[in-house]
């Protein structure tokens, strides 16, 4: 079992930044494929970014690449996704997945692949 809980979320003006920090609780987190995802008003919750269990495998939706980073702490069991450049249109609530993964390489980057969510956080951008 793992629980996740996601933090930093606030209200921004459009081309700045946020990180969103995810923890996570358990003792195999290290074994954990994680993601993100955003739901805005009124859309379906949609993938924005992914990282292996390993770390060393990262995957970013077209629509942030070159302006988010998602990244890992081991050591913190955190997962975290720099977001730069902000766009009204990053507005959202972000949430933070897991799953477990044999594959230390492996991606997850559908909603029916995860196992574990947390409650989200909201992103507010202004433009």
């Known amino acids: 079992q793992v629980h996740v809980v996601e933090s930093g979320g606030g209200l921004v003006q459009a081309g700045g930044s946020l990180r969103l920090s995810c923890a996570a609780s358990g003792r195999t987190f290290s074994r954990y494929a994680m993601g993100w995802f955003r739901q805005a008003p009124g859309k379906e919750r949609e993938f924005v970014a992914a990282i292996s269990w390993s770390g060393e495998r990262t995957f970013c939706v077209d629509s942030v690449k070159g302006r988010f980073t998602i990244s890992r702490d081991h050591a913190k069991n955190t997962v975290y996704l720099q977001m730069n450049s902000l766009k009204p249109e990053d507005t959202a609530v972000y949430y933070c997945?897991?799953?477990?993964?044999?594959?230390?390489?492996?991606?997850?980057?559908?909603?029916?692949?995860?196992?574990?969510w947390g409650q989200g956080t909201q992103v507010t951008v202004s433009s």
């Open positions: 997945a897991a799953v477990i993964a044999l594959d230390p390489g492996r991606l997850k980057t559908r909603i029916s692949e995860y196992d574990y």
